[in-house]
């Protein structure tokens, strides 16, 4: 697994039962509570945006986490439409220890229902990995890798997600994650592959679009 990427990330069903009660994570964010979202500076190049921006509250209805390994972790908290906040954090979840923050809404998802179509998007020399991706008119370049590279291996990693109904999913995905330059703001792009551990299927395409907040932007409500 190519984990070390997502140090710097961006610069089915549910087959169990856990706990209804996630640990908190940073700036004491939970399933249950919800953040307030200072988005003025991201309004300031909304028309030109790829995709519309989010309510400014996001209501925690699930949170997925992620061990990258040696003290560094990702914390996703989602809302019933998607709309994810993202936390890179090291050593800890305090506020001293998150190094990056992102706000991603979903684009679009691909459901490839043949090898064929699988291909296009999973594998050597796919969509997902190489050095650049467009869709609607919106070109990204690829953020990892030796830019001379036409394309380099996804990274992987399993998000444990639990929901506020208490169930627990586990899904993996391999990412890859692009950029494109809005005015004064940067527009980040994950491709992924994700399947639910619990299900036999070859999972689905998403995309996701982020950009970065700063702590103050973010308060918990």
Not at 135 to 142: I, L, N, P, Q
Not at 201 to 211: E, F, H, Q
């Amino acid at each position: 697994m190519i984990l070390k990427h997502l140090r710097g990330l961006f610069g089915g069903p549910a087959d169990e039962q856990g706990s209804s009660v996630a640990p908190a994570g940073p700036l004491g964010l939970t399933i249950g509570r919800a953040a307030s979202l200072d988005m003025m500076r991201l309004r300031l190049e909304e028309q030109k945006l790829a995709i519309a921006l989010p309510s400014e509250t996001l209501v925690i209805t699930g949170h997925g986490m992620v061990d990258l390994g040696g003290g560094s972790n990702l914390h996703r908290f989602y809302d019933d439409h998607h709309t994810m906040l993202q936390f890179l954090c090291e050593f800890g979840t305090d506020d001293s220890a998150i190094r990056e923050i992102m706000l991603f809404r979903p684009w679009d998802s691909v459901s490839p229902t043949s090898e064929s179509e699988w291909r296009v998007w999973d594998g050597p020399g796919a969509k997902i990995g190489s050095t650049s991706f467009s869709e609607d008119g919106h070109a990204f370049s690829r953020v990892w890798g030796d830019p001379a590279s036409p394309w380099i291996n996804p990274s992987e990693f399993v998000e444990e997600v639990r929901a506020d109904d208490g169930s627990v999913r586990r899904i993996h995905q391999k990412a890859m994650s692009y950029k494109r330059e809005v005015g004064i703001l940067v527009e980040n792009l994950i491709l992924a592959v994700e399947r639910d551990l619990s299900t036999h299927d070859r999972g689905t395409v998403t995309l996701m679009i982020g950009y970065g907040l700063q702590p103050s932007d973010v308060t918990p409500i």
